[in-house]
């Protein structure tokens, strides 16, 4: 019953900056945390970030200091703000949501590619 849509993937150089967006809809009243994952090419599924109700967030030590995640409330969307991009960052992001009742919704996928 929550539906999520990712958008902003791309290509990008290495040092570049790239925003994702993932808009919720359905039972959002549901969901009282939303993060961002990725698969690179040969790895399993990481975290790289996550947002709580309450606003708190997680980050992927790989990722600190170089990522921000956001949330509009109004529009029911979350940010993966992505600054100095490496190759490493490469990967499939995908928007998670999770629900009261310990149910999670994800998304389809966006694709980063971070080369020269």
């Known amino acids: 019953q929550v539906q999520l849509v990712e958008s902003g993937g791309g290509l990008v150089q290495p040092g570049g900056s790239l925003r994702l967006s993932c808009a919720a809809s359905g039972s959002i009243f549901r969901i009282y945390a939303m993060g961002w994952y990725r698969q690179a090419p040969g790895k399993q599924c990481e975290l790289v970030a996550r947002?709580?109700?309450?606003?708190?967030?997680n980050y992927a030590f790989a990722v600190k200091g170089r990522f921000t995640i956001s949330r509009d409330n109004v529009a029911n969307t979350v940010y993966l703000h992505m600054n100095s991009l490496k190759p490493e960052d490469t990967a499939v992001y995908f928007c998670?949501?999770?629900?009261?009742?310990?149910?999670?919704?994800w998304g389809k996928g966006t694709l980063v590619t971070v080369s020269s």
């Open positions: 947002i709580f109700s309450g606003g708190s967030t």
């Open positions: 998670n949501a999770r629900l009261v009742g310990d149910m999670d919704c």
